[in-house]
């Protein structure tokens, strides 16, 4: 495994970061046009958390490539950046649709996305190199 990414560890931290925003971009995608939300999302704390997390889900997304391409190959980066954007619908397939489309589902995504950008902010090769 050397000899393909010799730092497996930064491997295993991107496709983390990198799953958690795409979990993100399949529960937002089904937010936006505002007027084809689900009734949950439609209310003011669900526009709010709709808000919150289109936010969050923007700066994950940068980090985690940021953290990639600072931290893996490029060739890295790419395949398994490919391969979690392929698999990723597969768990989101399995949560229950009132889960997926209520403010209960935008709550967890405001908590994994949160989690996992103080990860990356805790990271050495992450957002502690910003600070």
Not at 90 to 113: I, K, W, Y
Request: proline content about 5%; overall charge positive.
């Amino acid at each position: 495994m050397a000899s393909i990414e010799p730092n497996v560890a930064g491997l295993l931290i991107f496709t983390g970061l990198w799953t958690a925003a795409c979990l993100g971009f399949l529960v937002l995608s089904g937010m936006f046009p505002a007027n084809t939300r689900p009734a949950g999302a439609r209310q003011a704390g669900g526009r709010a958390l709709v808000l919150v997390n289109s936010l969050l889900w923007l700066v994950l997304a940068a980090a985690a490539l940021a953290y990639g391409y600072a931290n893996l190959r490029l060739t890295s980066l790419i395949v398994v950046g490919g391969l979690v954007l392929l698999f990723a619908p597969a768990p989101f397939e399995l949560l229950p649709t009132s889960f997926r489309d209520g403010r209960r589902g935008l709550a967890a995504l405001v908590a994994l996305q949160g989690a996992a950008l103080a990860v990356w902010a805790a990271l050495p090769g992450g957002g502690a190199a910003l600070i």
